[in-house]
Antibody, heavy 126, light 112 residues
Framework: QVQFVQSGAEVKKPGASVKVSCRAS????????IHWVRQAPGQRLEWMGW????????EYSQTFQGRVTMTSDTSASTAYMELSSLRSEDTAVYYC????????????????????WGQGTTVTVS | DIVMTQSPLSLPVTPGEPASISCRSS???????????LEWYLQKPGQSPQLLIY???DRASGVPDRFSGSGSGTDFTLKISRVEAEDVGVYFC?????????FGQGTKLEIK
């Protein structure tokens, strides 16, 4: 079945960087974009951006512009999200999720939903 | 950014009874192709979110038909025809029309 396995929990100091991985299985990895979404304690879900894992094209939320980098390794069917200059407000659970409509473009991700989610990775900045 | 507002934020429901959650967006979610780019997710306790509804009213694979989505433009509704114990959790709406994609605050459904 289609599933994502994310890397384990991280504890980081303010100012450091964190890199979270998301390994996919059960489908053709390069056919679907991957989104990253985070959930800080007591806050609503927050979309961070997407990556087309086949060609590396990305779109990031302006909130994270300059601090986030999304990459992929197609040989390992793995997507990565790196967040730098960490601060306490970045303490959250980070999720990867598949774009149900395939690849994304600057104008659209086709609206078919984030149809498969990883189990989440807890990042604590303290 | 498009602001998503849900109501109610807390929803106690008796099993077997219907439930309804409202989601409003600060801008129309109607795409030029005629589809509304509005999605519903359920996050069960201790789990990741799961997709329930996309394009406003299309049920995701495996979602029971007691869940239905309706609405267009800026006003949307998720309805559960008969709530079951397994439906407890937090329901989120999300707009996927325009980056940054944005979520509602969440509606916590609990069993009375």
């Amino acid at each position: 079945q289609v599933q994502f396995v994310q890397s384990g929990a991280e504890v980081k100091k303010p100012g450091a960087s964190v890199k979270v991985s998301c390994r996919a299985s059960g489908y053709t990895f390069t056919n679907f974009a991957i989104h990253w979404v985070r959930q800080a304690p007591g806050q609503r879900l927050e979309w961070m951006g997407w990556i087309n894992v086949g060609n590396g094209n990305t779109e990031y939320s302006q909130t994270f512009q300059g601090r986030v980098t999304m990459t992929s390794d197609t040989s390992a069917s793995t997507a990565y999200m790196e967040l730098s200059s960490l601060r306490s407000e970045d303490t959250a659970v980070y999720y990867c999720a598949r774009n149900g409509g395939g690849d994304c473009y600057p104008s659209t991700c086709y609206g078919y939903g984030l149809d498969v989610w990883g189990q989440g990775t807890t990042v604590t900045v303290s | 950014d498009i602001v998503m507002t849900q109501s109610p934020l807390s929803l106690p429901v008796t099993p077997g009874e219907p439930a309804s959650i409202s989601c409003r967006s600060s801008q129309s979610l109607l795409h030029s192709n005629g589809d509304d780019y509005l999605e519903w997710y359920l996050q069960k306790p201790g789990q990741s979110p799961q997709l329930l509804i996309y394009l406003g009213s299309d049920r995701a694979s495996g979602v029971p038909d007691r869940f239905s989505g309706s609405g267009s433009g800026t006003d949307f509704t998720l309805k559960i025809s008969r709530v079951e114990a397994e439906d407890v959790g937090v329901y989120f709406c999300m707009q996927a029309l325009q980056a940054p994609f944005t979520f509602g605050q969440g509606t916590k459904l609990e069993i009375k």
